[in-house]
């Protein structure tokens, strides 16, 4: 019995160091690469996926083709979405996300719009859509590493999940 349960710790060990903290979609090669090695950097033991289009954002939360392999696996604590993206902006996604049967723990996932755009309609229609917060982007490095920081640190270290 006792083996057992060891056998069941272990396995569940090794799942849970394959699990998503935060999930980053964005289409600019650059800025995606960027964040991952910011967020990387800045959180400890953090696990970070990234995509660049809602599209594919969408089959990996999903766990749909070809992402099959995440099917029972639990939804990032995080997502970082950019807006103007091809495909599926982060509007479509946003609201693909909210509009999941309430049951679905995906729904309860912090969706952090993190996006060039100043513009007041796009703040407005992303928290319509269900956001959490609208972040946007500085065009300094600096400031831009220091902001990346700040939002991973906050939601993995200082937020209470409901996940």
């Not at 935060?22 to 995606?32: F, H, P, T």
């Not at 969408?58 to 070809?66: C, H, I, S, V, Y």
């Not at 982007?137 to 209470?160: C, I, R």
Request: glycine share 6%.
């Amino acid at each position: 019995m006792h083996d057992e349960l060891r056998e069941e710790d272990m396995a569940r060990d090794a799942r849970e160091d394959q699990l998503i903290d935060i999930l980053v979609v964005e289409d600019n090669e650059g800025e995606r690469e960027s964040i991952v090695a910011v967020l990387e950097a800045a959180i400890a033991d953090v696990r970070v996926a990234s995509l660049n289009n809602g599209d594919e954002a969408m089959d990996f939360l999903l766990a749909r083709p070809p992402w099959t392999d995440r099917i029972g696996e639990a939804p990032p604590r995080l997502i970082l979405l950019d807006l103007a993206m091809p495909g599926a902006n982060g509007f479509s996604v946003l609201g693909q996300i909210r509009g999941i049967e309430p049951e679905n723990t995906l729904t309860l996932v912090p969706v952090v719009i993190f996006t060039d755009s100043q513009a007041k309609g796009d703040i407005r229609e992303s928290y319509r859509c269900g956001a959490n917060s609208y972040i946007m982007k500085p065009l300094s490095f600096s400031d831009f590493e220091s902001v990346v920081t700040a939002v991973g640190q906050y939601w993995m270290a200082h937020n209470e999940s409901a996940t």
